[in-house]
């Protein structure tokens, strides 16, 4: 495995005389990035967890916004897929660390800060290994005493921040009554949670994919067709791409998807992701009284006037790893 600063330590080897490059070398060890946490590691602001076919890391990344935060996220190398500080970020003040204790509690311990608990068990469990796998999710397991696994404890797939990823679900999981959505980021600096963000939802009572904000529903997807396994209001051709997996049953009722060929690496290739944003639905396009590709009607507001008119945000919105703009209302 290769670290980032391995890749640089090669990189300036090349481009420079060889006693500098023995200094460098020398003056640049560089850590192997493991792709997890065993009970005593930590993770802090300089590391990085790397996924063992590398494509994805998980590390704590500084975002300018104020006095600036720090989140802790997953990235391939594009997109950053998921975040886990999102409801409270932490001050960019490089002191957060993310540990796995003795007892099986995954938490960010920062200086000056409560911790925040990732995860904790009800009973202290003293053999769990967190793990970054190569779908992008991050799982904390417990082991058995000769190192198989017995238990999921806690996975980042049942957090999802702004992305969906293969496996990762939308829905409700009866058992816990925990509900999978994703949210949007209100700026790409800024995770805003609550109820201001859109929210992209599936309802299982109809079976659709919607995205609303606070009550507001802006877009729904329309009924799935089962036996062409398309939705109404996303066109073809971002559809021909993915195999939806609708799951209903007791335990759960859900949505995923996964590449038509069942090839996941193709998922997380640069090429597969349809780059024009204009083929997904994009709630941003509803404006209360148009009903083009599932947008929805609802009341004009009463403070809304003729001059006022939508402006793009430099927001952005990943519904199946895409990006949209989100826009709001404001005086011309
Ligand atoms: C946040 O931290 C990063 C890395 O330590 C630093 O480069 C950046 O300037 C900091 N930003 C602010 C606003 O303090
Ligand atoms: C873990 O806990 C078990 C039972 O509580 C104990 O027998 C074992 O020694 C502990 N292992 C470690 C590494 O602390
Ligand atoms: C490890 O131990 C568990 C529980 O004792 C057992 O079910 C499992 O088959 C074992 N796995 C291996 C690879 O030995």
Redesign the pocket.
């Known amino acids: 495995m290769i670290t980032g600063k391995d890749k640089l330590v090669k990189f300036v080897s090349l481009a420079i005389p060889t006693y500098l490059w023995v200094w460098t070398s020398w003056s640049n060890i560089p850590t192997m990035a493991s792709d997890r946490l065993k009970p005593g590691d930590f993770l802090d602001s300089s590391g990085k967890l790397l996924s063992e076919n590398e494509r994805y890391n998980m590390y704590f990344r500084s975002f300018e916004y104020g006095e600036g935060f720090t989140y802790l996220v997953i990235e391939d190398s594009n997109f950053l897929v998921w975040t886990a500080t999102t409801k409270q970020p932490i001050p960019n003040d490089s002191s957060a660390v993310l540990t796995l204790d003795h007892s099986g509690e995954l938490k960010i311990i920062r200086q000056g800060g409560k911790p925040i608990i990732v995860y904790s068990p009800p009973q202290a469990i003293n053999s769990t290994v967190a793990i970054l796998l190569d779908d992008g999710n991050f799982v904390l397991q417990e082991l058995?005493?000769?190192g198989?696994t017995k238990t999921f404890l806690w996975q980042s797939f049942d957090y999802p921040s702004d992305t969906l990823l293969p496996k990762m679900k939308l829905g409700v999981n009866h058992k816990t009554g925990h509900i999978w959505s994703l949210t949007a980021w209100l700026t790409k600096i800024y995770l805003s949670l609550g109820s201001s963000s859109f929210k992209l939802e599936w309802d299982p009572k109809v079976g659709e994919l919607i995205i609303r904000k606070r009550e507001q529903v802006y877009w729904k997807s329309g009924v799935f067709n089962k036996n062409i396994n398309r939705f109404e209001n996303i066109p073809e051709e971002a559809q021909n791409q993915y195999e939806y997996i609708i799951v209903s049953n007791e335990d759960e009722e859900s949505f995923s998807l996964q590449t038509r060929h069942g090839d996941k690496d193709l998922m997380f290739n640069g090429d597969m992701r349809v780059a024009n944003a204009n083929l997904i639905a994009r709630a941003s396009n509803c404006y209360e009284y148009n009903t083009d590709r599932g947008c929805q009607i609802w009341n004009l507001s009463s403070c809304r006037h003729k001059d006022q008119v939508f402006v793009e945000l430099p927001g952005y919105f990943l519904i199946f790893h895409l990006p949209t703009k989100i826009q709001i209302l404001v005086l011309a």
């Open positions: 058995h005493p000769n198989s």
